[in-house]
T-cell receptor, first 110, second 112 residues
Framework: TQLLEQSPQFLSIQEGENLTVYCNSS?????LQWYRQEPGEGPVLLVT?????EVKKLKRLTFQFGDARKDSSLHITAAQPGDTGLYLC??????????FGKGTKLSVIP | DSGVTQTPKHLITATGQRVTLRCSPR?????VYWYQQSLDQGLQFLIQ???????AKGNILERFSAQQFPDLHSELNLSSLELGDSALYFC???????????FGSGTRLTVV
C-alpha cells in the first residue's frame, strides 16, 4: 500500500507570513496532485506535478515534486486568510484511483 | 459549482437503517469515485465505476454497495448502518484514469 504522509498536521500563522507544507512517501509516484478543501466543500484540485524536480507556480503558491518522485512540497508566500483550508496531497494507487494523505489544516489569522 | 452534484447534503438516520447517496458526475466524465472522509482516517477510497462498470474497489464494507447507471449517475447504498459509519461521503468524477478529480460537495451522514 502506497502511503502519503503530510506534515505538519496543523498550522496556524499570521497573515503575511510564509509557510511550507510537506507530502512524503517511501514509494515512488508517477505523479502527485495537491487539493485544497474548505469546510463544507469537497477538495478542489490545485495542481498536478509529473516530472521529478518539477516546480509549478500558482500565484503565491509554489509546488515542487522531489527529484526521486517520493515527496512534494507546497510553499505559500505572504499567506492570506483566503488560503485557510485543508491541503491534501494525492497520488495514484493501483491503476485507477488516488490515495490521499490526511492533509495539513492551515489557518491564516488576519 | 464544481459540476459534480451530490444529494442529499445532510442525512441523519438511525442505526440499522439503509440510505442511498446520489451523485451526478461532471458532464463528459466517465469515471465516478466514492470516498469516505472521517477525522481520523482522512479520505478513504471506496469504489470506482467507469462507464457503468465497476473498475476498482477499496476498503468498502460488505454492507455498502454502489452502481453506475446508463446516464452515468451513481448511487452509493449503505445498509445496516452503525454509529461508526457517520462521516462525509464524497463523489468525484474524472474524464479518464490519471486525470485530476472533480469532487462534489459531499453528503454528511450522521448515524444516531
Amino acid at each position: 500500500t502506497q502511503l502519503l504522509e503530510q506534515s505538519p498536521q496543523f498550522l496556524s500563522i499570521q497573515e503575511g507570513e510564509n509557510l511550507t507544507v510537506y507530502c512524503n512517501s517511501s514509494s515512488v509516484f508517477s505523479s502527485l496532485q495537491w487539493y485544497r478543501q474548505e469546510p463544507g466543500e469537497g477538495p478542489v484540485l490545485l495542481v498536478t506535478v509529473v516530472t521529478g524536480g518539477e516546480v509549478k507556480k500558482l500565484k503565491r503558491l509554489t509546488f515542487q515534486f522531489g527529484d526521486a518522485r517520493k515527496d512534494s512540497s507546497l510553499h505559500i508566500t505572504a499567506a492570506q486568510p483566503g488560503d485557510t483550508g485543508l491541503y491534501l496531497c494525492a497520488g495514484p494507487a493501483g491503476s485507477y484511483q488516488l490515495t490521499f494523505g490526511k492533509g495539513t489544516k492551515l489557518s491564516v489569522i488576519p | 459549482d464544481s459540476g459534480v452534484t451530490q444529494t442529499p447534503k445532510h442525512l441523519i438516520t438511525a442505526t440499522g437503517q439503509r440510505v442511498t447517496l446520489r451523485c451526478s458526475p461532471r458532464s463528459g466524465d466517465l469515471s465516478v469515485y466514492w470516498y469516505q472522509q472521517s477525522l481520523d482516517q482522512g479520505l478513504q477510497f471506496l469504489i470506482q465505476y467507469y462507464n457503468g462498470e465497476e473498475r476498482a474497489k477499496g476498503n468498502i464494507l460488505e454492507r455498502f454497495s454502489a452502481q453506475q447507471f446508463p446516464d452515468l449517475h451513481s448511487e452509493l447504498n449503505l445498509s445496516s448502518l452503525e454509529l461508526g459509519d457517520s462521516a462525509l461521503y464524497f463523489c468525484a468524477s474524472s474524464v479518464s484514469d490519471g486525470y485530476g478529480y472533480t469532487f462534489g460537495s459531499g453528503t454528511r451522514l450522521t448515524v444516531v
